[in-house]
């Protein structure tokens, strides 16, 4: 079965960079939402930023520009850029993916990862 595997978390100072990969295993679509998500102890799980079956990108409001989502051709695999990290960037990041064409929702997602761990200090 589908299986998600996240790469690339670890620790980094203010302002540095961060690439995260999500592999899927046994995938078998070509079309598909694929996204990133976040969360901190206590708190909602947050949008990160998410590309749909076209290509189309759409991110959490507090990155303005820092992240940017992207994936492989074969659209088994997709990576989180992320920039000028702060120290709020801070948490547990998960991959995720979905079955549906067209635009993405939250309740679309499927499957997801374990989640791999950032942390930015000042």
């Known amino acids: 079965q589908v299986q998600l595997v996240e790469s690339g978390g670890g620790s980094v100072q203010a302002g540095g960079s961060l690439r995260l990969s999500c592999a899927a295993f046994g995938w078998i679509y070509s079309t598909l939402c694929m996204g990133w998500f976040r969360q901190v102890d206590g708190k909602e799980r947050e949008w990160v930023a998410v590309?749909?079956?076209?290509?189309?990108?759409s991110y959490g409001g507090f990155v303005k520009g820092r992240f940017t989502i992207s994936q492989d051709s074969a659209k088994n695999t997709w990576f989180l850029q992320m920039n000028s990290l702060k120290p709020e960037d801070t948490a547990m990041y998960y991959c995720?993916?979905?079955?549906?064409?067209?635009?993405?929702?939250?309740?679309?997602?499927?499957?997801w990862g374990k989640g791999t761990l950032v942390t930015i200090s000042s």
């Open positions: 995720a993916a979905g079955f549906q064409k067209g635009t993405c929702y939250y309740g679309d997602m499927r499957y």
């Open positions: 590309i749909d079956s076209e290509g189309r990108t």
